[in-house]
């Protein structure tokens, strides 16, 4: 049981490139959400997927976009990359049902140049 | 916005000690509270939770308190290990809507 899965986990990128990371689950839960987590910052939400069909922004979400591809896939894209979006950027999926917690994958790091 | 702090950023404790881990936060309307355990490079691990209906609840060597009065929360280890050694944060969820707000974070070692 993989739970939440990230590819890729390290990626460089020069600045003006595109790149989309992805996330897959196999915990059968309806939310999913995007965060990026920078030193001496507590997680930040990009975007979330509260069911397939839906997403919305979250705390910071200008340079990204999201898909919700289908119940397991959740993909985040970045369409010209700036050097301050290096960061770790987490998965996570959550149920949907209330008062349960998130679940996280191993995260994404990305650098820009 | 929402607030969620943590009183210290470090803390070091002989293993075999307890260790105690703060959390402040400022949504008096909170409703469900999260402690997450974050080893390097990986992702945040789920540890324990409450609802705001609770004043403690307890797990495997975890304990959690909530102190609603002065909106505070804190983590007990018993018999700390090197293998709790890692980054713990805690999180708060309102009542309304679906969002997650997270700590900064507390970096713990375990001294042998």
């Known amino acids: 049981n993989a739970g939440v899965t990230q590819t890729p986990k390290f990626q460089v990128l020069k600045t003006g490139q595109s790149m989309t990371l992805q996330c897959a689950q196999d915990?059968?839960?309806?939310?999913m959400y995007w965060y990026r987590q920078d030193p001496g910052m507590g997680l930040r939400l990009i975007y979330y997927?509260?069911?397939?069909?839906?997403?919305d922004k979250g705390e910071v979400p200008n340079g990204y976009n999201v898909s919700r591809l289908n119940k397991r896939e959740f993909s985040l894209r970045l369409e010209s990359a700036a050097p301050s979006q290096t960061s770790v950027y987490f998965c996570a999926t959550e149920s949907g049902q209330g008062g349960q917690p998130q679940h996280f994958g191993d995260g994404t790091r990305l650098s820009i140049l | 916005g929402e607030s969620v702090g943590l009183h210290l950023p470090t803390l070091s404790v002989q293993e075999g000690d307890n260790s105690i881990i703060n959390c402040a936060y400022s949504n008096s309307a909170s409703d469900y509270f999260i402690w997450y355990k974050q080893e390097s490079g990986k992702g945040p691990q789920f540890i324990i939770d409450i609802r705001s209906n609770m004043d403690k609840r307890q797990g495997q060597r975890v304990t959690v308190l909530l102190n609603k009065t002065v909106k505070h929360l804190s983590l007990q280890i018993a018999a700390t290990q090197p293998g709790d050694s890692a980054v713990y944060f805690c999180a708060e969820i309102p009542l309304t809507g679906n969002q997650f707000y997270f700590g900064t974070g507390t970096s713990l070692t375990v001294i042998p």
């Open positions: 997927s509260a069911s397939e069909g839906t997403t």
């Open positions: 915990m059968n839960h309806n939310s």
